[in-house]
């Protein structure tokens, strides 16, 4: 991995999510570079572990740095003066999935906080819920999924470029509240529809 800001942001929040004991989706994970715009973007899914595929409920987290935040850090990595801190763009979209009803969006705001928990000097905002309706082609039985974002931005200060170890501090948060959110929505009483691939049938 590059000795870079953007890596050990992402190092930093894997570790927190894997101690709050949530689970990758290995094959969710991306890493890639707009060769246009200069944006470098990972993207990520966790769930709550033994869900099967695809998990009931997961988090999808994307973390940006644009090109403008690769200008800042340059700057200060050669010694100019920084004239604004570097920020990462984070969303982080809760997800229920594999719904056998229409869900009442209402009943999934109700157990959200409006407002993440404190990243270094920022929070992450709510958005309201996107609603999903799937049909299968022989237009049977169809399967919902709704969606909330969390929306914002990191700010990475001189303090923080310069001493990596405190985005651990700054993102460590972020792990067990993931986590508690995810078991608080998983525990809605919904209809869900069986995974795909149940963790347990081989057993």
Known sequence: MLDHVFTDAIGALRDAFEGALLERQAFEERFHTDVLLGDMTWETSYGLPGEGLPPRVQ??????????????????????SLDEPPRIDIEIVLRVQRLASAPEPAELLAVLPE?????????????????????????SSPEYAIE????????????????????????????????????????????????????????
Do not use: C, N
């Open 115 to 139: 407002m993440s928990p404190a990243i270094g000097h920022d929070r992450l905002e709510r958005s309201g819920p996107t609603v999903e309706t799937a049909y299968p082609s022989d237009m």
């Open 148 to 203: 909330v974002s969390y929306e914002g931005s990191y700010e990475v200060d001189e303090a923080t470029l310069a001493d990596g170890a405190q985005l651990d501090d700054h993102l460590s948060a972020m792990g067990g509240w993931i986590s508690s959110v995810l078991v608080r929505v998983g525990d809605l009483k919904w209809d869900f529809l069986p995974p795909l691939e149940d963790p347990d049938a081989d057993r």
């Open 59 to 80: 988090a999808d987290i994307t973390l940006t740095w644009p090109t403008w935040a690769q200008t800042a850090y340059r700057s200060w990595y050669i010694g100019e």
